[in-house]
C-alpha cells in the first residue's frame, strides 16, 4: 500500500483537526504516486473563492509518459464538501493557523489527501518535541532488553 507521510507537518505544527480529501489528479500523476514519487515537504492547501486548493506538491514526471506528462508543481484542486470547507475557512481565518498536508494514501482506487489544520511550533517547542521522541525511544528500547 502506497502511503506518502509529509514527516515536517506534525514536527513544524501542532495539529488540530484533520480532513479527509480527494485530490484531482492526471493519468501520469497517479501513475507517478503508485511508484511512490511524490513529496508534501513544502506543500500547503489554500481556499480560494470557497475552493480549496493544494500548491507546491511535488509528484515528479511518469519515467514512460510522453509529450502528456504533466507539470511537477502544480496547483491542484482538492474535493471536498462545501460545509467542510466553510468550517476548515472560518478555522484558518484565525491568526497563524495553516492548512498543510499530512499524509497521501489510496482508498481503494482513488487517491486521497489528509489535510491537518496546524499551527505553527516555535523553536523551543520543537527542541521539546525532540527530546520527548529521544525519552520515548529509550524507554522502548529498555523495555525489548527485559
Not at 12 to 32: N, R
Not at 97 to 110: A, H
Amino acid at each position: 500500500m502506497i502511503e506518502i507521510k509529509n514527516k515536517k507537518a506534525t514536527y513544524d505544527y501542532y495539529i488540530e483537526d484533520t480532513y479527509e480529501a480527494g485530490i484531482v489528479l492526471t493519468g501520469t500523476e497517479i501513475k507517478s504516486i503508485r511508484e511512490g514519487k511524490a513529496n508534501l515537504r513544502d506543500s500547503y492547501a489554500l481556499i480560494k473563492n470557497d475552493e480549496c486548493f493544494l500548491l507546491n506538491m511535488h509528484i515528479s514526471a511518469y519515467d514512460k509518459g510522453n509529450i502528456f506528462n504533466h507539470n511537477e508543481t502544480r496547483t491542484r484542486k482538492l474535493l471536498l464538501h462545501k460545509k467542510e470547507i466553510l468550517k476548515i475557512r472560518d478555522k484558518i481565518q484565525i491568526k497563524g493557523y495553516t492548512l498543510i498536508p499530512i499524509k497521501l494514501y489510496f482508498s481503494g482506487n482513488r487517491a486521497k489527501i489528509l489535510l491537518g489544520i496546524g499551527k505553527g511550533k516555535k523553536t523551543f517547542d520543537k527542541r521539546e518535541s525532540i527530546k520527548s521522541k529521544d525519552i520515548n525511544r529509550e524507554i522502548a528500547k529498555n523495555l525489548k532488553k527485559y
